[in-house]
């Protein structure tokens, strides 16, 4: 079946660090690739995406890019900001609007 | 316009009594899902409707859970004879289909 793994947390950096949270997974076929954020107290919000390989998420500063060849999603942010402290999801589907597929979660704590 | 409403938004309920989590989906959206947020299992999906095919059911964990989506909008996740084991927040989202996604603000259930 599918899977997707990230890694554990948590991750604490500084403000204006850079910010690289690893993803990998498992699917048949050629799954849709996302990033949610949960920020404290809120609900999930789709961070990125990317349907296919080689495609480049972004978003806030936010980057990944949907590597066929590693099967790996990346979330990276070049200076983070204490308001990116969340807790981060990769997800995949089998196709656009199908049912959600989360790894594990990664928390991200920034300090000033 | 309005997101995905879920209610209550908690809900204490002894062990062995039934539950109903309801879920308003943004108008218009075909796509109903159902996840719950655990712990120890992390995000899982649990059901799936899309229009007026057959509800995806493969992520139910047991007879215990069904849900239903009524007139293709409102939905209400019932729990039968709940268990400890089932306390977790339960997610509700809405898509058109084959598009993102959009999560509601969740019931975290309680069984004590």
């Known amino acids: 079946g599918n899977s997707v793994t990230q890694m554990e947390g948590p991750v604490t950096l500084s403000e204006e660090a850079f910010l690289t949270i690893n993803c990998t997974y498992t699917a048949t076929g050629y799954p849709s690739l996302f990033w949610y954020v949960q920020y404290p107290g809120e609900g999930l919000q789709l961070l990125l995406k990317?349907?296919?390989?080689?495609d480049k998420g972004s978003n806030k500063g936010f980057e990944a890019t949907y590597r066929k060849e590693t099967t790996s999603f990346h979330l990276e942010k070049g200076s983070v900001q204490v308001s990116d402290s969340a807790v981060y999801f990769c997800a995949l589907s089998e196709a656009a609007g199908n049912k959600l597929t989360f790894g594990g979660g990664t928390r991200v704590l920034v300090k000033p | 316009g309005a997101g995905v409403s879920q209610s209550p938004s908690n809900k204490v309920t002894e062990k062995g009594k039934d539950v109903e989590l309801r879920c308003d989906p943004i108008?218009?959206?075909?796509?109903l899902y159902w996840y719950r947020q655990s712990l120890g299992q992390g995000l899982e999906f649990l059901i799936y409707f899309q229009g007026n095919s057959a509800p995806d059911k493969s992520g139910l964990p047991s007879d215990r859970f069904s849900a239903e989506r009524t007139g293709g909008s409102v939905s209400t996740l019932t729990i039968q004879r709940t268990q400890q084991e089932d306390s977790a927040v339960y997610l509700c989202a809405s898509s058109m289909e084959r598009y993102e996604q959009y999560f509601g603000p969740g019931t975290r259930l309680t069984v004590t």
């Open positions: 990317a349907t296919k390989a080689d």
């Open positions: 108008s218009g959206h075909t796509a």
